[in-house]
């Protein structure tokens, strides 16, 4: 079964509600690429009216909390995500488990209270520049993967994000041998871990995508799409990475 590929902005703390003309604009623009799967994940205070006009894309947040409810100030459960209109959720990301010292137990746990609310999941791993320099990024991302993965979960629902922390905002991006060879790893400890069916799991390459570089790094090995955060704000960047994609999707 061929792997549709999915495109996913990521918008991080940035969008107000004049930004929704943006994301319009993209829903606009994606629609007339059926072959591509297209998603934004906004702040949590757009997703109900993004939602609205979301044209058949998914919209998602960027974390949820691993409780159904509760006292926890300031977080924000899976259900109520679904509840606003959002389809997805991106969980584990960089910039949660560094600046919020998120443990791989604590992403599982996130992407477990996910699913079962209903939502797919996109699950972020990637290795620090240190890491990567010393030769053990395959390593690092593996270990997250094995222990940040929930023990069961419906394949049609559940995506990797590979994010070298260094290409992050950054403008770096690591070779395309690079990119294909830990997706390669990747699909390797899925398949260990669940069998023929890792086949059918998406994996997405996310670190300053670009729509002069997606159609390269689409068209690696394993890359079933990209995670964007910058490009994804507006649709001049973000369409032309969907138009990339959809031209690899033929
Ligand atoms: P940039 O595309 O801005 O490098 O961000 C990538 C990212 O973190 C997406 O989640």
Request: charged fraction near 20%; proline fraction near 3%.
């Amino acid at each position: 079964m061929a792997r549709r590929k999915y495109v996913v902005g990521n918008w991080k703390m940035n969008g107000l509600t004049a930004s929704l003309d943006e994301a319009k604009a993209i829903f606009a623009a994606a629609a007339e690429h059926p072959a591509v799967d297209v998603a934004l994940c906004p702040p949590f205070t757009l997703i109900g009216a993004m939602a609205a006009a979301a044209q058949g894309a998914a919209v998602g947040g960027q974390d949820c909390h691993s409780a159904a409810s509760g006292a926890f100030t300031g977080s924000v459960a899976a259900s109520m995500l679904v509840d606003a209109g959002a389809g997805l959720v991106i969980v584990g990301h960089s910039e949660r488990r560094d600046g919020f010292g998120e443990t791989d137990a604590d992403v599982k746990a996130k992407a477990e209270a996910a699913l079962a609310a209903g939502l797919s999941v996109i699950l972020c791993v990637g290795e620090p520049h240190a890491v990567r320099e010393s030769g053990a990024a395959i390593d690092h991302v593996l270990a997250q993967v094995r222990e940040s993965l929930p023990d069961d979960f419906d394949r049609s629902r559940l995506a990797i994000a590979y994010e070298p922390i260094w290409a992050i905002g950054t403008g770096l991006v690591p070779t395309v041998e690079d990119v294909a060879a830990m997706h390669g790893s990747i699909r390797a400890a899925l398949s260990e871990r669940i069998g023929a069916g890792a086949a059918e799991l998406r994996i997405l390459y996310g670190g300053s995508v670009t729509g002069d570089n997606a159609a390269q790094l689409l068209d690696a090995g394993d890359v079933d799409g990209a995670l964007v955060g910058g490009a994804s704000l507006t649709a001049a960047k973000f369409v032309p990475i969907v138009a990339a994609a959809a031209a690899l999707a033929g």
